[in-house]
């Protein structure tokens, strides 16, 4: 019975589970490839509020919070942010799915986080809701290549940790 039963756990539950979506496995690389030094500004944008955090970086200034203005920003806390983006990884991708974007929270995402680089370059992050267990935010990487579905982007996992320390400047704003 027990060998039965160890079988069938195995087979059913470990070996075959699937889901609406093909995920994959934790260990993901960084969304990106850019280091922090490179970043000369950072937005982030509540779409729906129109509520927005506006920052500068300047090898000698630091970094400076021009919307809103700021007299004295915080260095340390806009690094750790900045750190926690340019590090960020999936904790899953969802590179198959056939439910809509609204189901995720993207449609209408409810933040736009904006990194900028040299030149005209940027990424876009769009976040959306967070998943049934609140642990992580639904997001997709703007421009990023399709998913396995043609013309679909993939959707990321990313912890609540490093996404809601960069939502808090707009509640919050990192004044020194």
Request: charged share 20%.
């Amino acid at each position: 019975v027990l060998i039965v039963l160890g079988g069938y756990v195995y087979f059913a539950e470990i070996r075959g589970k699937t889901s609406s979506a093909e995920e994959t496995p934790t260990g993901q690389p960084p969304l990106w490839t850019i280091a922090a030094e490179d970043i000369i500004g950072l937005e982030i944008e509540q779409p729906v509020t129109a509520a927005v955090v506006r920052l500068t970086h300047n090898k000698e200034l630091g970094w400076q919070c021009y919307e809103p203005p700021l007299e004295a920003t915080d260095q340390a806390r806009v690094q750790q942010v900045v750190s926690q983006l340019v590090n960020i990884r999936a904790s899953r991708v969802l590179s198959e799915t056939n439910e809509p974007l609204s189901v995720f929270g993207l449609a209408a995402p409810s933040c736009v986080i904006r990194i900028k680089l040299p030149g005209e370059d940027e990424k876009v992050l769009r976040i959306g809701d967070k998943n049934p267990q609140g642990t992580a935010y639904y997001a997709q990487v703007a421009g990023q290549g399709t998913g396995l579905v043609e013309g679909q982007q993939p959707i990321y996992l990313l912890p609540t940790y490093a996404i809601d320390k960069a939502i808090d400047f707009l509640t919050s704003p990192p004044e020194q």
